[in-house]
């Protein structure tokens, strides 16, 4: 058995995407269907749509969702109809080389749901980050699925499926931001606005934001950055040297994903200090830097993927700090917008309107 609902389709290479009608299989074994209730507008989704992840078009987007758990698979225990859930693109798999190490949160064989979704006439969609989730219902594996608070609404915890989880974990768990700690951001979107979330929870001094944008320089003020540089006029290499006593930050955090931003983070840190690559990068670009650079100023370069989260461990804890008052995830909406809106959202974002907008159902 099946259904079919309404999704967004990326059909080819830098074609405009579209609302199709999407067929969903009923849950197999290890599978749920889930009633998606919102879904984020993540930068990722318009890397997938201009070919920038990889060419299996058609692609259904969007990956950064909660809702209700419709249906569950036979042999499916840890949710059940009914359960409000955000959606993961980490289910982790309990027996890879990683997991078995006792770091889930790197786990290299994460699952997926097994059944494809398609269109009517039986073209298999490839769902964005194994999600697609801008459609009314969507299969996923079930542990994909994270149990949280229902209190939450849908477009805030939604948030935390993807962007917000990869900035807040891009400082917290990859940068291991400490007390006292000097961060540098480079890039104040969603992901990086929420590295600054991230940093000041975990009790950074001195947060400096850096960005091309000055409305997105005044929003990461608002967020927790207590210094904010525009690099469109001023070095940031520089700046981020002078506001931290002529050393360089202790964590520098890229959330661009372009050459010469990661340049500037690389020199911006101080000696020993922490270069985290959260930006994703396209398959064409190079990085060229002295290789003595690299061995003389010490410290760790790391890549950040979805802030090396472990979403049962990380996205109750996160809901729970934030119905505590003690993050606002709802800072990160800008709008909320229908399922037809998903194209335009691209522009704004492109633009540099909107921190993120949220589709609703
Ligand atoms: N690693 C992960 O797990 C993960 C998860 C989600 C998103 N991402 C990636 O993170 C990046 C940011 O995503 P987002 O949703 O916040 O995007 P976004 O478009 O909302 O934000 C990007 C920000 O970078 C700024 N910017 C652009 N060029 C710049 C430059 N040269 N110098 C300084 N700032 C510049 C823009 O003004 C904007 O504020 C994307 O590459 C996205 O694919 C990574
Ligand atoms: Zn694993
Ligand atoms: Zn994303």
Redesign the pocket.
């Known amino acids: 058995m099946s259904q079919q609902v309404l999704g967004v389709i990326a059909p080819g290479k830098n074609e405009p995407v579209r609302v199709e009608t999407i067929v969903v299989p009923d849950p197999g074994p290890g599978e749920a269907v889930v009633k998606v209730q919102a879904c984020g507008v993540?930068?990722?989704d318009l890397?997938y749509k201009q070919g920038g992840i990889n060419d299996d078009f058609p692609f259904l987007l969007g990956h950064e969702a909660a809702g209700v758990v419709e249906a569950v698979g036979p042999d499916v225990t840890d949710v059940a109809p009914g359960d409000f859930v955000i959606l993961n693109w980490r289910a982790v798999c309990g027996r890879c080389r990683s997991c078995q190490r006792g770091r889930p949160w790197y786990c290299f064989d994460t699952h997926n749901a097994r059944q494809k979704m398609t269109l009517v006439d039986g073209t298999e969609l490839s769902p964005a980050l194994g999600i697609g989730a801008f459609a009314e219902k969507t299969l996923v594996a079930a542990g994909q699925c994270t149990k949280v608070d229902p209190e939450v609404a849908p477009a805030v915890a939604g948030l935390l499926g993807?962007?917000v989880m990869?900035?807040i974990g891009?400082a917290i768990n990859t940068g291991e931001v400490g007390r006292g700690d000097s961060v540098a951001v480079?890039?104040?979107?969603?992901?990086?606005d929420a590295a600054i979330v991230g940093a000041r929870l975990a009790g950074a001094a001195r947060i400096i934001a850096?960005?091309?944008?000055d409305r997105?320089l005044a929003t990461a003020q608002k967020m927790g950055a207590t210094h904010i540089v525009n690099?469109r006029s001023t070095d940031p290499v520089e700046a981020i040297r002078e506001l931290t006593g002529g050393h360089g930050a202790d964590v520098v955090i890229e959330?661009?994903?372009?050459p010469?931003?990661y340049q500037q983070a690389f020199y911006a840190r101080d000696l020993a200090g922490t270069v985290v690559l959260?930006?994703?990068p396209t398959p064409e670009m190079k990085l060229e830097l002295p290789l003595i650079d690299v061995f003389g100023r010490g410290g760790s370069l790391k890549s950040?993927?979805?802030?090396d989260c472990l979403p049962s461990r990380d996205f109750p804890l996160l809901i729970d700090l934030h119905q505590q008052g003690r993050i606002d995830l709802g800072a990160f909406v800008t709008e909320t917008i229908g399922l037809g809106d998903v194209e335009a959202a691209f522009a704004r974002?492109?633009e540099?309107d909107v921190?993120r907008s949220v589709v609703q159902f």
């Open positions: 993540c930068h990722t890397h993807c962007g990869a900035g891009a480079i890039g104040c979107g969603g992901v990086g850096v960005d091309i944008d997105k690099s959330a661009v994903g372009r010469e931003t959260v930006g994703v950040s993927w979805y802030g974002m492109h540099g921190l």
